[in-house]
């Protein structure tokens, strides 16, 4: 089946000149790499809870956020997506609607809102690390891999007891991170971590004027929120000295529980978060 088309804006008269809600700007708009918002997503998860130097911690957080009630709570993440704008059409071309990604979370508060900090993120195809810059999220270019779910036979793992689900992270051929969960059992709740709005800064870097104030802050608005069934059990995590010192320092001091699940979300936009006293 052949790719369908970027849907076609409505046209407008010539002397509005090109545009696109993205770069590159073409006559219809129908040439932007992102189609704009909503972004539909359902993805499978393995997740390790773990805890980081809370100074660490902190030194990632931009003002206007604050460490919270828990110090130090932090996540990593390692999903594969599949994803589609409304018209679905997207769908038609997996090399398109699919990739994975890696990210940690670090858990923090916005005015006494419990929320999370993506520092660090990893995608290994372009429309999503676009994307991320546009939400303000600091995706880069890695290779990530996971264990499948659903494959039949012995080389197949399946939710159930004892089956083991890994993930690894590579960056310019060297190793980054690593996690394997071996399940023990159903969980009744979502991993705290990944039931929380996040927290983004808008970047733009400086080309034609120097930006001298704090970026701004925003969280993306998610709506159909939807889990498959959530499995736990003993996990393993590592980073290695493949990055910078900063990186470095939210190493795991300790590692909590993994989980598996299915996840699916749809991504309509962000909303501004006020800096204190604005």
């Not at 991170?177 to 159903?186: D, S």
């Not at 990944?194 to 983004?200: D, E, F, G, I, N």
């Amino acid at each position: 089946m052949s790719p369908a088309p970027h849907q076609a804006i409505a046209p407008q008269p010539h002397d509005m000149g090109p545009r696109g809600y993205s770069l590159p700007l073409s006559p219809s708009g129908s040439s932007a790499m992102l189609t704009p918002p909503p972004w539909h997503f359902s993805g499978d998860v393995i997740m390790v809870d773990y805890r980081v130097d809370p100074d660490a911690a902190a030194r990632f957080l931009p003002p206007g956020l604050t460490p919270g009630a828990d110090p130090g709570a932090a996540a990593a993440v390692f999903a594969v997506w599949q994803w589609c704008s409304d018209s679905g059409e997207e769908l038609s071309d997996p090399s398109r609607s699919q990739f994975s990604e890696f990210l940690i979370l670090l858990g923090c508060d916005h005015e006494g809102a419990v929320m999370a900090r993506c520092p660090y993120a990893w995608v290994d195809q372009a429309v999503p690390l676009v994307r991320g810059w546009v939400q303000g999220m600091p995706k880069q270019y890695g290779a990530i891999h996971q264990t499948r779910h659903g494959l039949v036979g012995r080389a197949g793992s399946r939710r159930a007891e004892g089956s083991l689900f890994a993930g690894n992270l590579s960056v310019h051929g060297r190793r980054v991170a690593e996690a394997a969960v071996t399940l023990t059992g159903p969980a009744q709740e979502p991993p705290a971590l990944h039931a929380v709005p996040l927290a983004h800064s808008l970047v733009a870097p400086a080309w034609t004027a120097p930006v001298e104030q704090p970026a701004p802050l925003a969280a993306s608005e998610v709506t159909d929120v939807e889990f498959g069934d959530i499995w736990t059990g003993t996990a393993e995590l590592e980073f290695f000295d493949a990055l910078d010192e900063d990186f470095a320092g939210l190493r795991p001091v300790e590692v909590g529980a993994g989980h598996v699940f299915s996840y699916a979300e749809t991504l309509k936009g962000g909303r501004a978060l006020p800096l204190r006293g604005e």
